[in-house]
């Protein structure tokens, strides 16, 4: 959530930077500064009548003790109003500070310097270009015809026990997943993020602080009667974990990966593109997450780019690295790098991780703050990313790794999954 304060002094700038995401309600900045400053009427006016009120009683005590009755007396017939004055003031101040929340909740992060303009996917800079595309067989095929081939992914079974986009995996199938699991976690520890394990249902409030509500409700499952929700990332539970945090500036960065299943609704999600593997409503990633000075936090995205990457040339698949343009931003992101792994089978990119930076966007809404040498207590900022998702990551391994004698296994992988080939 942007800061009041910001919106109000740098209206100009805030402007421009929402014209990068093409946001199609700019008027809100104004109705936002409009409101603001009546409220800021409202709060001075309540604060000198506070005061007043506060003046007057203390005069009324002081000649009351003095046996001055009488004066006490006229005096607080001169204020008798102060009380209901202050009550109506009150709840005027809280009717604004709702309005203007209301509005404040609507307004995107603002996109850092190096985001583009742009409306679509294809607008997306390529800033990174790795390896080149696999050698495959003479009729290769796509990884939902090899994971029926080979029986390790069945996705009528799973449409038989809850629907689509729920697949159940086999044998080799789901020693794949928890191999690549165990491999994620692995490096994640020897990277210096420490592993937590955390629920997969949040309450509103954590979703409001990392962002996911009030803008994406549609997209996530809603447990109704407990008012709790299906998680659509470990982002939610793990950055929740420093909501109403005061931390100390010598403890940053703090770093923590977690796994967990994931559920999206992906609501009106339908064609060949979100076919098998490509688009699922329940499955498995291993999250990153840093909480860093401001200072740092665009070093830290870089950092957290590159450490994915790293995941992605272990496994030797042949990717990309995408910079955002506005329009494909996230919602609370201020820059996001996506990583897309060219699946051969299918002559598309898939994309594998996204490692944003949400500046203060998410610590606002958290409280999430630190503490520097002078005691002054400040916004923190927060990363995440995916490291990584396995979805696309399996479709990707399976499709680029695919034999006429079946399925290798990439060569990091063999110690977890305990054999080299699906055959």
């Avoid at 946001?23 to 409202?42: C, M």
């Avoid at 996204?354 to 703050?369: G, I």
Wanted: negative net charge.
């Amino acid at each position: 959530m942007l800061q009041v304060n910001y919106i109000r002094e740098n209206r100009e700038k805030v402007l421009e930077r929402l014209s990068i995401r093409n946001f199609k309600q700019p008027e809100l900045v104004d109705e936002i500064i409009k409101i603001d400053e009546e409220r800021r009427s409202t709060q001075t006016s309540l604060d000198n009548l506070s005061a007043e009120a506060n003046a007057a009683a203390k005069q009324i005590g002081d000649l009351m003790r003095t046996g001055k009755k009488e004066e006490a007396e006229a005096i607080k017939l001169q204020t008798a109003s102060h009380k209901e004055s202050i009550k109506n003031l009150t709840e005027k101040l809280n009717e604004l500070e709702t309005a203007q929340f209301n509005l404040v909740v609507q307004l995107p992060n603002l996109p850092y310097d190096l985001v583009q303009k742009g409306s679509t996917a294809e607008e997306n800079e390529v800033v990174y270009l790795h390896g080149t595309p696999a050698e495959l067989p003479v009729k290769a095929l796509p990884h939902w015809e090899l994971a029926a081939k080979y029986d390790i992914i069945d996705f009528e079974l799973g449409v038989k026990i809850t629907g689509a986009g729920f697949p159940v995996y086999k044998g080799k199938g789901a020693r794949l997943q928890r191999a690549l699991i165990n491999f994620f976690l692995d490096h994640a520890i020897e990277a210096g993020y420490k592993e937590m394990q955390v629920p997969h249902l949040v309450n509103a409030a954590s979703g409001f602080g990392t962002g996911q509500l009030p803008d994406k409700e549609g997209q996530m499952y809603h447990s109704t009667v407990d008012d709790l929700y299906l998680i659509p990332t470990a982002e939610v539970p793990v950055t929740n974990l420093y909501r109403d945090v005061i931390v100390k500036e010598e403890d940053l960065p703090i770093k923590n990966t977690a796994y967990t299943p994931c559920f999206r609704r992906e609501a009106g999600s339908y064609g060949a593109h979100v076919r098998g593997l490509n688009r699922l409503h329940q499955f498995d990633k291993v999250e990153v997450v840093q909480i860093t000075h401001p200072d740092k936090s665009y070093e830290t995205l870089e950092e957290m780019s590159k450490y994915v990457q790293s995941l992605l040339k272990e496994l030797g698949l042949h990717y990309r690295v995408l910079r955002l343009c506005g329009g494909d931003m996230g919602f609370t992101s201020a820059m996001t790098y996506d990583m897309e792994v060219w699946s051969g089978a299918q002559e598309r990119w898939l994309e594998v991780s996204s490692v944003s930076n949400f500046e203060t966007y998410q610590a606002n809404r958290l409280k999430l703050r630190f503490k520097g040498k002078e005691g002054k207590a400040q916004l923190a900022h927060s990363l995440n990313g995916s490291a990584l998702a396995l979805p696309r990551i399996v479709a990707s391994i399976l499709e680029n790794y695919q034999t006429e004698n079946g399925i290798k296994i990439p060569e990091a992988l063999v110690k977890y999954t305990g054999f080299d080939i699906i055959d």
